[in-house]
């Protein structure tokens, strides 16, 4: 009796001449039809993520915000309206041409764009594996596909045989 061939032997055999007997095709169809293909990604790179990936994900997710602009034009209109007019008395905390104001949004600005960047980045690499997952169902979507068409093939090859017996006994009575 011969062994049955693992999935690694299978696609070995693909890889190489391409050429698989209808045994090993049929064994192959069996283990793409039989295990489960697609994953979650959402909850894969979930669980893989790191405190620094949340928290890069959540300033993403609030500085991309109409709450976060809104509340900012907010913020610095108060600090423009407190230091222009309100202490113009000379207890100034950052006269015009607000230095202060620029250092403060320079470094913001200095510290969130590579945060940002790094969960753009992670983005992307969740978007990659979900177009893998999306080409592998896709490919068990197609293979599972020409076997069902190579089967009902046979089905219907089947099927004229015996008409065209049933026909040749009629003819015969």
């Known amino acids: 009796m011969e062994k049955k061939k693992t999935k690694k032997e299978i ?3 693909l890889l190489k001449n391409n050429e698989l007997d209808e045994k090993d095709e049929e064994e192959l169809i069996d ?3 039989d295990q489960p293909i ?3 990604i959402d909850k894969q790179e979930e669980a893989k993520m790191t405190f620094g990936d949340r928290v890069a994900d959540r300033v993403s997710e609030i500085a991309g915000s109409w709450g976060f602009i809104l509340g900012f034009s907010l913020f610095l209109a108060f600090w423009i309206i407190l230091n222009a007019i309100v202490l113009s008395t000379g207890n100034q905390l950052d006269p015009y041409p607000f230095i202060l104001l620029n250092l403060l949004l ?3 600005a200095a510290l969130q ?3 940002i960047m790094m969960s753009q980045n992670r983005q992307a690499a969740k978007d990659s594996l979900r177009n893998q997952n999306d080409y592998r169902t896709d490919l ?6 020409e076997e069902l068409h190579r ?8 099927q004229r045989k015996i008409v065209k017996m049933m026909e040749e006994q009629d003819e015969k009575k």
């Open 11 to 13: 696609v070995k055999m």
């Open 31 to 33: 283990l793409l039809i």
């Open 38 to 40: 697609s994953i979650d």
């Open 106 to 108: 320079s470094c913001i």
């Open 113 to 115: 764009a590579p945060i």
């Open 140 to 145: 068990k979507s197609e293979i599972i596909l």
């Open 151 to 158: 089967k009902m093939e046979l089905i219907l090859k089947n």
